[in-house]
């Protein structure tokens, strides 16, 4: 170390901390962790800096034994994801593209400051269609670091919110502090259109248009700085000397992909068309169809005017619009994506024992359904969950083991609902003697203490289960909240551990254990007087 960069005196440094901590500082030195010649990134953990470098070399090898094409990453991306072909063939060979040019950077360091114009997406159309659940699934193909943020919760001075640039610390970490990964990662913004300027606005728009120039920067080329300037950490690594060189990342070779819903868009698009008189029709027709034609049909001017900056949407040159679903879509996403809610729905029942079946035509009834909601694949959960929801609470405490869906049961499920309970009711006198059973079993395991009811005591317990309308366990338990006291002193004084209670103990079982308490003290030998 040249005596220029000779580490500063411990008294300087507690000065340095009294005026940023307002006269406190450290009276125990200096963490090695932070001390300028730690470096950034530096640990005192050799196992935990042995376990990145694993991380990161399986991150490097990912890369360079990467070798999937653009049509099987579309393949893949039809196993989860039904339509949106445009979309899936863009993002597959933007995928690759980007690949091979991390790839070239890595093996030929040279390259990286050759000229290199990145082909930031934009992915349009309405809610549901599959545009979060394709980067999610592409997600887990890739091999570089790759983060997801909805842009709502960012705010121009990231005093209130967050700031764009965690967007790039956040890529550090997926790369676990590698920044020489971290600067070819994919950064995913969802909700993107919740940031437009709204047009007539007046006064600073702290979360629209001064994010909007914040995240541009990013998108072309910026150096942001590892840590934050709010961070504490940073601002004592500055004060002390710590060297920022180490602690930069470049957004040049960074792909931004952003979505958003854009639902008003339309309305600008249609209106700017009609305008140009080429043969559209200005009734306003909604239909599925028309709205995927002008989304397809958006130019950046129709961005700008639903208020992005020019440069902000210059910033995205490839555009494409996800496609609206049919209910035919729904039914298909039900049945052959590998993503199905409705397989969600099976593994529910099945974790409760039960088998769940659903028709063909109850699912087609299902999509149409789920179809108005005008959610898109959401619509499905909804209506799903509105059809479930007493079947859910009601059939894991009956000893029915299957569920047969039809068109019957989707159109009033509370109705077929009463007549399975109705026609499987000779199945609960053995399932009222399990749960009897298991409470008793729980309770000999708490106390110590063996319980048995004669048969006419259970029918009285499953008899003020139905009159309550609670389960068989909470009859047993409020029965024995009391009665364990008195049980537990009949056992000390007789040392009995089994008893065998009828049906007078579930109708008065406080006059049943008080009877028992008092005859275990007439035959405790203990408390017998001699004459």
Do not use: W
Request: with cysteine.
């Amino acid at each position: 170390m040249s005596e220029n960069e000779k580490e500063p005196p411990l008294d300087e440094i507690n000065r340095q901390f009294e005026k940023l901590f307002g006269g406190k500082h450290l009276p125990f030195g200096i963490p090695s962790f932070i001390r300028p010649d730690a470096g950034v990134g530096a640990t005192q953990n050799d196992g935990k800096h042995d376990s990145n470098s694993a991380e990161q070399e399986a991150i490097l090898k990912r890369i360079r034994e990467f070798n999937l094409k653009p049509k099987e990453i579309r393949e893949h991306l039809d196993r989860y994801v039904i339509r949106q072909d445009e979309a899936k063939k863009v993002l597959s060979v933007a995928v690759c593209d980007h690949f091979n040019h991390v790839r070239d950077c890595i093996e030929h360091p040279e390259r990286q400051a050759d000229e290199y114009h990145k082909q930031n997406i934009l992915l349009l159309g309405p809610t549901g269609v599959g545009k979060t659940y394709l980067m999610r699934t592409i997600a887990k193909l890739i091999g570089v670091p790759f983060v997801k943020a909805d842009a709502t919760k960012f705010s121009e001075t990231g005093y209130v919110g967050a700031d764009v640039e965690d967007l790039i610390r956040d890529l550090v970490k997926a790369a676990n502090g590698n920044i020489d990964l971290a600067q070819y990662g994919i950064v995913y913004i969802d909700e993107i259109d919740k940031i437009a300027n709204a047009a007539g606005s007046i006064g600073k728009d702290v979360s629209g248009r001064g994010v909007q120039i914040n995240l541009l920067k990013l998108m072309e080329e910026a150096d942001v700085n590892q840590f934050s300037p709010t961070d504490i950490m940073a601002q004592m690594q500055a004060m002390m000397g710590g060297t920022k060189s180490k602690g930069i990342i470049n957004t040049r070779h960074i792909l931004f992909i952003v979505s958003g819903a854009f639902d008003k868009i339309i309305d600008i698009i249609r209106k700017r068309l009609n305008h140009q008189k080429i043969g559209f029709d200005a009734s306003g027709d909604s239909s599925d169809d028309v709205f995927g034609s002008l989304l397809q049909g958006a130019e950046t001017r129709d961005f700008i005017e639903y208020g992005f900056e020019p440069e902000f949407v210059g910033r995205l040159p490839v555009r494409v619009a996800c496609e609206p679903l049919s209910a035919d879509d729904l039914a298909l996403i039900m049945t052959t994506s590998e993503g199905s809610i409705l397989k969600q729905y099976h593994r529910d029942f099945e974790g409760f024992g039960i088998d769940l079946e659903v028709s063909v035509g109850a699912i087609r009834k299902i999509a149409s359904r789920a179809y108005l909601q005008k959610t898109g694949a959401r619509g499905i959960l909804t209506v799903l969950e509105r059809i479930f929801r007493d079947f859910k609470f009601e059939l894991p405490s009956t000893g029915i083991r299957k569920l047969s869906v039809d068109e019957a049961t989707v159109e009033s499920p509370s109705t077929c609902l009463e007549a399975l309970l109705r026609e499987n009711l000779h199945l609960m006198a053995d399932v009222h003697r399990e749960d009897i059973e298991r409470f008793f079993q729980g309770f000999f395991n708490e106390t110590g203490i063996q319980v048995e009811i004669d048969p006419d005591g259970l029918d009285a317990i499953v008899a003020r289960s139905t009159a309550s309308n609670l389960s068989v366990r909470s009859v047993c338990e409020a029965l024995f909240k009391d009665a364990r006291h008195g049980l537990a002193i009949v056992m000390r004084n007789t040392g009995t551990t089994r008893f065998t209670l009828s049906c007078d103990f579930v109708q008065q079982p406080d006059a049943v254990i008080s009877r028992m308490v008092v005859e275990s003290f007439k035959s405790d030998p203990a408390r017998e007087t001699n004459p």
